[in-house]
């Protein structure tokens, strides 16, 4: 059984910084791409950030370019999502996420493109 858990959410001052931690266990972590998304109370989810299986081709939604970095550890079977410059619209509940199908060489942003997800982890930006 697939498994997938965050931490390292929390409350920060606009500018700051979290590093959000995803660790997966119960399939091959190495051979899926994965994903971090996001949740604000009221809105539907939205992509943030994806790596595909071999962590050399990324993709970032506009909104975080520049801010956030994402990388993974196959070796420990972690994603990572560093976080700087949080603003109040960061605010949300952030998930990592497994794709569907192995060794695909494009992150995907499509939420529909993961079949594994964690529980969050709850990011809040005081302005």
């Known amino acids: 059984q697939v498994q997938l858990v965050e931490s390292g959410g929390g409350l920060v001052q606009a500018g700051g910084s979290l590093r959000l931690s995803c660790a997966a266990s119960g399939r091959t972590f190495s051979y899926y791409a994965m994903g971090w998304f996001r949740q604000g109370v009221g809105k539907e989810r939205e992509f943030v950030a994806a790596v595909n299986w071999s962590g050399g081709r990324i993709d970032y939604a506009d909104s975080v370019k520049g801010r956030f970095t994402i990388s993974r550890d196959n070796a420990k079977n972690m994603v990572y999502l560093q976080m700087n410059s949080l603003k109040p619209e960061d605010t949300a509940v952030y998930y990592c996420?497994?794709?569907?199908?192995?060794?695909?060489?494009?992150?995907?942003?499509?939420?529909?493109?993961?079949?594994?997800w964690g529980q969050g982890t709850q990011v809040t930006v005081s302005s």
């Open positions: 996420a497994s794709h569907r199908a192995a060794w695909s060489e494009s992150p995907k942003s499509s939420p529909e493109s993961y079949n594994y």
